[in-house]
C-alpha cells in the first residue's frame, strides 16, 4: 500500500473566503518500469481508498498488499494493468469523489478529515493477497524525481457566492418536521425525493417543508432577526441528459394540514413569494440551494409562530415541462446527503424594564 497526501490548504481558503464547487478533478501518477523486476505478472487494478484515521495509526497485515482496516470505501480507481510494465508511463484516473470529501460541494461545515488517499491494489479477482507477485509501482515525492513523474492532481472548481450569518448575528439551525411532495391529480408522496415543476413525463410536482419553530413560540421577543435561509441538498436533474434551468418560489402556507389529507389541489398558500432562486443547469450535483425567506421567518416569530404551516416550493413556471431539480428529503439514506434546513441569524435582544412609578395622594378632608 502507497498513501498520497496532496497540499488542499489554499483550496480550503478559497472554500472559506469565496466559496468553491470542485466539479471536476483527476489525479495522474507515472507507472513504474518493472521489466527487471523478479517474480510473474498478475492483472491488476490500484483503487484510492481515504484514510480514516491519521497515517501513523495504519495498520497492515503481513501476506497481504494493505489492511482494509483504517481505510473507507474507495473513492475511485485506475484502469486494469494486464501486462507488465516496461517503461514509465503515466496513468489518470477520476478524482472529483475523492477530493469532494475534504473539500464538499455542499458546504465547509460537512469537510472530512483529510488524513491522505491509499493507492490499494487489487488482483483481477478483487482481492489483495500477496501470492509473491509483481506489484504496480508508481514514482513518489522527493527531491531526486523529475518533476513530470511526481504524482499530481487537476482542479476544476467555479466560485459561488455563500450566504451565511454575519457578526453580531449567530446562526441558529431549525430542523426539518415533515416533508411531503404534492403530485397534481395523485395522490401526495412523503420519504421521497423532493423536487417541483412539470417533469419530461407531464407530472406536473411542488413540495411542502415544515421546519420546528417551537424554541421561538414563548420567547419571540427576546429575538433580533437579520437573516434567514432555506437550506436545500441539490442532488441531480430528473434527466441528467437534458438538463434545463429552473426557477423555484417559496410560498408560505396559510392553513393547517396533515399529510393524510394534504393534496396539490387543497394546499392554501399566499400568492406572493417569499424567496426564489435560480436552479442553473449546470448546477453541480451534492451542492447546497440556499434561499432566502427573511421576512417571512420574521413574521413568524414576531406572532410567537402561532402560523407556521410551512411553506410550499413551487416552480415559476409549471406548465414548462423539462427535466426538474431532486433535493434529498428528510431522511436520506445515502451518505453525503442532508435533509432540508432553516438557518436563522439572530441575536438576543437586551431588555431594560422602567421603573414602576407610584404616587400617594392625601385623603381629602372632609368638612
Not at 491519521?54 to 475511485?76: A, F, K, R
Not at 501486462?83 to 484516473?93: E, G, H, I, K, V
Not at 509483481?134 to 518533476?147: A, G, H, L, P
Not at 406572532?303 to 410550499?312: A, K, L, P, S, T
Request: proline share 5%.
Amino acid at each position: 500500500m502507497s498513501v498520497v497526501k496532496f497540499d488542499l490548504e489554499e483550496l480550503k481558503r478559497l472554500q472559506e473566503e469565496n466559496g468553491i464547487w470542485i466539479y471536476e478533478s483527476y489525479i495522474t501518477l507515472t507507472v513504474k518500469d518493472t521489466s527487471t523486476s523478479v517474480g510473474e505478472w498478475t492483472e491488476q487494478v490500484t483503487k484510492m481508498q481515504p484514510l480514516a484515521v491519521p497515517l501513523d495509526e495504519v495498520t497492515t497485515n503481513n501476506g497481504q498488499l494493505t489492511s482494509e482496516q483504517n481505510l473507507d470505501e474507495p473513492t475511485g480507481q485506475f484502469n486494469e494493468i494486464s501486462r507488465q510494465p516496461l517503461s514509465d508511463r503515466p496513468m489518470s484516473a477520476e478524482f472529483t469523489e475523492t477530493i469532494q470529501k475534504f473539500i464538499s460541494p455542499y458546504n465547509k461545515d460537512k469537510n472530512e478529515d483529510y488524513n491522505g488517499v491509499a493507492l490499494v491494489n487489487y488482483y483481477a479477482d478483487d482481492t489483495n493477497e500477496n501470492y509473491g507477485n509483481q506489484i504496480v509501482k508508481y514514482y513518489s515525492f522527493d527531491n531526486e524525481t523529475d518533476v513530470e513523474l511526481v504524482p499530481m492532481i487537476d482542479v476544476c472548481y467555479k466560485e459561488v457566492p455563500v450566504k451565511e450569518c454575519e457578526h453580531p448575528y449567530e446562526p441558529e439551525t431549525s430542523t426539518v418536521v415533515t416533508t411531503v411532495v404534492l403530485v397534481k391529480d395523485e395522490e401526495s408522496q412523503t420519504n421521497t425525493t423532493l423536487t417541483h415543476g412539470t417533469d419530461d413525463s407531464g407530472n406536473t410536482y411542488r413540495t411542502i417543508i415544515k421546519f420546528d419553530l417551537g424554541r421561538y413560540s414563548e420567547n419571540f421577543r427576546t429575538y433580533d432577526i437579520a437573516d434567514s435561509f432555506i437550506h436545500l441538498n441539490y442532488l441531480k436533474p430528473s434527466d441528467e441528459n437534458n438538463p434545463a434551468n429552473r426557477t423555484v418560489n417559496v410560498h408560505k402556507i396559510t392553513e393547517d394540514w396533515n399529510e393524510d389529507d394534504v393534496t396539490f389541489e387543497n394546499v392554501r398558500y399566499e400568492e406572493e413569494p417569499a424567496g426564489s432562486v435560480i436552479i442553473e443547469e449546470e448546477r453541480l450535483g451534492g451542492t447546497e440551494v440556499t434561499i432566502s425567506i427573511t421576512e417571512l421567518v420574521e413574521e413568524w416569530i414576531e406572532r410567537g409562530v402561532v402560523d407556521n404551516f410551512g411553506v410550499i416550493l413551487i416552480d415559476a413556471d409549471e406548465e414548462e415541462s423539462s427535466s426538474v431539480p431532486q433535493y434529498a428529503h428528510e431522511s436520506p439514506s445515502e451518505p453525503n446527503q442532508y435533509q432540508p434546513q432553516l438557518t436563522i441569524c439572530r441575536k438576543t435582544m437586551s431588555s431594560t424594564s422602567a421603573p414602576v412609578v407610584t404616587s400617594t395622594q392625601r385623603p381629602t378632608e372632609m368638612v
